[in-house]
């Protein structure tokens, strides 16, 4: 449950495993919404962000909320710790070369990639849910977000130069 909300909010495992029930504002088979308020880099955060918020959808969300309606109110959703998972991943060959920090940074290439192939998805979203707006407004996107990217071409389609570049 836990990676897979991690994968599905392109969030640290810290940051999945910490929250509370208390935090799910919302869970349906439809819908699922959190409020990362609370979580650790949270309580650093601005609480007026918009990345306060992820609104979960689509793919497997009625498997999560139907794991949430059956379990018992918590205070940690997750008790492996960021070290905990690297240290099994660690003993596992085909995962030796991936750390906890993997899944955000896995949801972040694989949403670049979708819009480097025409998905129609707002780039600064991306910068959002992965809670890592930068001052600039709301379409703005961070180098935090450009650094998780991954493929250097499909990070340079997703930047849209060649709409301005067309015009020249």
């Known amino acids: 449950m836990c990676a897979l909300l ?28 959190v409020d990362w308020e609370q979580t650790p880099k949270g309580r650093r955060r601005n609480p ?36 905990g998972l690297d240290a099994m991943w660690a003993r596992t060959p085909e995962m ?3 750390s906890a920090h993997s899944i955000k940074r ?31 407004g709301l379409e703005a996107i961070s180098e935090t977000t450009i650094r998780y990217g991954g493929d250097p071409l499909a990070l340079a389609r997703v930047l849209e130069t060649a709409k301005v570049t067309s015009h020249l």
């Not at 780039?123 to 930068?134: G, I, P, S, Y």
């Open 106 to 136: 896995g949801a972040v290439t694989h949403l670049f990639g979708l819009i480097a192939t025409g998905a129609p998805i707002p780039l600064h979203l991306v910068d959002r849910l992965a809670k890592h707006e930068e001052p600039g």
């Open 6 to 33: 991690a994968w599905k909010t392109a969030s640290r495992w810290a940051e999945v495993a910490a929250l509370s029930s208390t935090q799910f504002l919302l869970v349906t088979p439809e819908e699922i919404v």
């Open 48 to 83: 007026f962000k918009p990345s306060r918020f992820a609104v979960i959808v689509g793919l497997l969300t009625s498997e999560l909320a139907e794991m949430f309606r059956t379990s018992a109110p918590f205070d940690r959703l997750c008790l492996l710790t960021t070290t």
């Open 96 to 98: 030796q070369r991936y």
